[in-house]
């Protein structure tokens, strides 16, 4: 019995020594990736591209975290795609690493986010129904758990764009509404998601 504790114990460090900082991303791929991916048909950077969006002007700030780009397109997601639906443009598969890439064509440079803190991810993964689907094996969703120490603000940005369109419509038929994250429940929720767990 101590034993499996102390395995356990051994366990939840190691996930934590492996929890992922956000990879770093490069400005001038990520000056590519969004032209190759479309991005600029609707939004402007620097004055230039589309005005039907708003405007992702350049943000030098500290407060502009890779948490906060991930909350910024969690939150605008179900609208997003409703206008690319719209302008008949297809909705890309944004890699983790071509997210890490326009965070830094955006921000100026890579930046880290600051740790979050794995109860209160508890919290909100309980509180924003990601516990709803994720955490019951009958409700076609994936399990999370695996995910474990290999969780980044990238990679929620890529997991929304390949895996949103599945979520946004089991929530419509579980007749939930589209959840929002601000910046630091993005950092918790990935502090939680890193954690090992059964
Ligand atoms: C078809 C048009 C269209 C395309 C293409 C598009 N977007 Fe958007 N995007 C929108 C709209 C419209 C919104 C605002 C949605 C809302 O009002 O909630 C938005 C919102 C956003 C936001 C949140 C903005 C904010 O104010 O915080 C980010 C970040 C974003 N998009 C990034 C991207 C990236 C990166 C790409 C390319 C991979 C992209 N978008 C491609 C239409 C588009
Ligand atoms: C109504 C059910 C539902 C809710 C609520 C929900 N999800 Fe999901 N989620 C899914 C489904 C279904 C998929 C797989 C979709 C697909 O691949 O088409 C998924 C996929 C994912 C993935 C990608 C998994 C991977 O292997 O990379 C992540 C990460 C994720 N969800 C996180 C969350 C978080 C965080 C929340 C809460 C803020 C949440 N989900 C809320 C149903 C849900």
């Known amino acids: 019995m101590k ?8 366990a939840y460090v190691a996930a934590l020594a492996l929890a992922r900082q956000d990879p770093a991303g490069d400005p001038a791929r990520g000056a590519q990736a ?5 991005c600029g048909t609707c939004h402007s950077v620097g004055g230039e591209g589309g005005r039907s969006a708003p405007a992702l002007d350049r943000r030098a700030d500290s407060s502009y975290t890779p948490a906060a780009l991930a ?3 969690w939150n605008h997601a179900a609208a997003m795609w409703l206008a690319m639906d719209g302008a008949g443009i297809r909705r890309p598969e944004l890699t983790e690493a071509q997210a890490a890439d326009i965070f830094a064509f955006l921000a100026g440079a890579a930046r880290l986010d600051k740790r979050g803190d794995a109860r209160r991810g508890r919290q909100i993964y309980e509180a924003k129904y990601c516990a709803l689907c994720h955490d019951d094996p009958y409700s076609g969703a994936p399990g999370l758990a695996s995910l474990a120490g290999r969780v980044s603000s990238f990679y ?9 369109g599945g979520m946004l419509s089991r929530m419509a038929a579980k007749n939930r509404a ?3 994250l601000d910046p630091e429940e993005m950092a918790h929720l990935v502090a939680y998601l890193n954690t090992s767990r059964p």
């Open 71 to 73: 909350s910024a397109m």
């Open 3 to 10: 034993r499996t504790t102390v395995l356990a114990a051994v």
């Open 156 to 164: 929620m940005v890529a997991a929304l764009w390949q895996h949103g």
């Open 34 to 38: 969004f032209r190759d991916l479309k």
């Open 178 to 180: 589209w959840q929002s």
